[in-house]
């Protein structure tokens, strides 16, 4: 490929609201071009590694049995009313009439469509374990698209589902592809990867696992141990609490803090550490008759309610702030509020952290203004119906629940999902096999994703420098990028036809810079580019009847004879 003929303008200055490494270089190498909030046209050499990157996974989910099918994007109501998430996916999944009034969605996943084909095409037991993929466009209305194609509205995914007849075939399969997406992970270059437990959300199911890449700019917050390898998303991740054995002889006790509102003015005023006081935060939410329902959460000083565990405890994901009224009708006082001596109603779900429970002599709320009450131990003196469970998050240094050490929090990019559903989608929409007792079964599913230019972003991410991509070698858009200085002169411009021309013929992929720009000019956009090797051609290599290379990661630079190019080239570029 000549330079001059590339579609794709590179930028020089750092485009304005890239925030993130990936969104900056893609947009100033040109690889992609923003057409609205979230929605992104591909440009060639962003495509080239998009298809390398498909191919890669592609080979891998073969591998493992896969078979390649596309359902479409646009699917009609009445397939996602049979699985129930028309109504309960909320407005990031876009539903649009079509011009006979009939509604339809465009797909942001595609469990409903995939169980949809699988059922009408499978009916026997012998043809199970199977495993259906695709590599497909999905579109949801993310509230907020960030990071260029870290997070998108538009974007291409693989996504896998199989079906099995038990949930060992299930659990084995799953292992099976769990070892694929480490394989895939590899090969496309990226280093800093971690698998962690995480949480099902609304997909469903019981056991999931995301591929995270360690990044900074990472929108999850991943919980490490680095005694015993325990990784886990925040939304999920568990810790230890210290225990005291022995239950407190202290009794509670009124003290007074005047104009303590907050945890720092109570610890101050107390002395007490933010671990030694409770804490209630409240929430609000309809139930399914409309009713409101006031949620009270009690957690530890230090410790801040987690939204999807708490999501989780309460069964819904629409929760309000609560109102200071609604907080006084069961007799709490805002800022200075417990569970001790509320009302008890109906209207009400108390919630306990675990945090909580397992400390004793704590201060808390008394439900007076001004006062708080010391001595607090959460099982002896809620007098009210309660639920103990854990709806916070973990705290750095906290204890690990299976070797105790301190575990470590960090962010990540999550470039990969796997999700063991179980029959959620078969069961609802009703897909079945005939056992060989001649026995209607409903078969058992696991589901398995990556965003693919998620993936080239985070590879970004991963590998680059300050000048630029460094692209690995397995999905770099070009093997070598071929500078060409005094190219006016004509040995040089014969040099570099007849480089350009033997590389090509033995299958090496070659942007030919033919611009007659500046070197530095030349190099810059060689950068930009990010293929593994820079030749250099000029006045100069000529009289010494040599090539000069530089390998993009900054491993070697030298020359070499033209004699021996396609052999270095061929020996740097394959495995
Ligand atoms: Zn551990």
Redesign the pocket.
């Known amino acids: 490929m000549r330079l001059s003929k590339l579609v794709g303008r590179r930028i020089k200055e750092i485009p304005r609201d890239a925030t993130s490494v990936s969104h900056q270089l893609l947009l100033r190498g040109g690889y992609v071009r923003p057409v609205a909030s979230g929605i992104y046209s591909i440009l060639p050499l962003a495509k080239r590694v998009l298809g390398k990157i498909e191919n890669i996974i592609r080979e891998e989910m073969n591998r493992i049995g896969g078979q390649e099918v596309l359902v479409p994007v646009v699917m009609p109501r009445e397939l996602w009313e049979e699985s129930g998430r028309y109504q309960s996916i909320d407005a990031s999944m876009v539903r649009f009439k079509d011009r006979n009034q009939k509604d339809f969605v465009l797909g942001m996943t595609h469990e409903e469509a995939m169980v949809a084909l699988a059922r009408t095409e499978v009916s026997s037991y012998k043809q199970l374990p199977f495993m259906l993929y695709q590599i497909q466009t999905k579109f949801r209305d993310e509230p907020r698209p960030r990071s260029g194609l870290i997070r998108v509205r538009e974007f291409t995914m693989k996504d896998a589902y199989s079906f099995h007849r038990s949930e060992e075939d299930l659990v084995r399969f799953y292992d099976e592809c769990y070892k694929a997406y480490e394989q895939i992970f590899k090969r496309v270059g990226l280093k800093n990867t971690r698998v962690v437990q995480s949480d099902t959300g609304m997909m469903g199911g019981a056991v999931a696992h995301e591929f995270m890449l360690e990044a900074a700019i990472g929108e999850d917050s991943l919980v490490l141990?680095d005694?015993?390898g325990?990784a886990a998303n925040s939304e999920v991740a568990v810790c230890k609490y210290q225990t005291s054995s022995k239950t407190s002889e202290k009794l509670l006790e009124e003290v007074k803090t005047p104009s303590c509102k907050t945890i720092e003015d109570l610890c101050k005023l107390l002395r007490v550490t933010a671990a030694q006081t409770a804490k209630a935060v409240f929430y609000s939410f309809k139930d399914t008759s409309g009713e409101k329902i006031l949620v009270f959460c009690l957690v530890r000083g230090d410790r801040a309610v987690n939204d999807v565990k708490l999501a989780k405890a309460v069964g819904t994901t629409s929760l309000e702030m609560a109102t200071e009224d609604q907080i006084r009708a069961v007799g709490a006082e805002p800022g200075y509020a417990s569970p001790v001596g509320i009302n008890t109603s109906k209207n009400l779900m108390v919630l306990v952290d675990q945090s909580v429970v397992e400390a004793c002599d704590l201060v808390t709320g008394a439900n007076k203004k001004d006062l708080h009450l010391l001595n607090f131990n959460a099982v002896r003196d809620i007098k009210c119906d309660y639920r103990a469970c854990d709806i916070t998050s973990v705290n750095e240094k906290d204890s690990?629940v299976?070797?105790g050490?301190g575990l470590r929090l960090t962010r990540g990019i999550e470039i990969g999902n796997i999700f063991q559903l179980g029959t959620k989608y078969t069961a609802s929409m009703g897909m079945s096999y005939v056992d060989e007792n001649s026995k209607s079964q409903t078969p058992i599913m696991g589901c398995y994703g990556i965003g693919v230019g998620r993936l080239m972003a985070s590879v970004i991410e991963d590998c680059h420098d300050a000048r630029g991509p460094v692209w690995p070698k397995s999905i770099a858009p070009y093997q070598v990028h071929m500078c060409v200085l005094d190219a006016a002169e004509e040995t040089v411009q014969a040099r570099a036809k007849s480089v350009y021309n033997e590389l090509c013929l033995k299958g090496i992929e070659v942007l030919w810079d033919d611009t007659n720009s500046q070197a530095g000019v030349q190099f810059a956009d060689a950068d930009l580019m990010g293929a593994p090797i820079r030749l250099v051609i000029s006045r100069r290599t000529e009289q010494r009847g040599v090539l000069e290379y530089v390998m993009r990661d900054g491993s070697a630079k030298g020359d070499v004879v033209a004699s021996e190019l396609i052999d270095f080239v061929l020996s740097k570029t394959i495995d």
């Open positions: 141990c005694g015993c325990y690990c299976h070797c050490h």
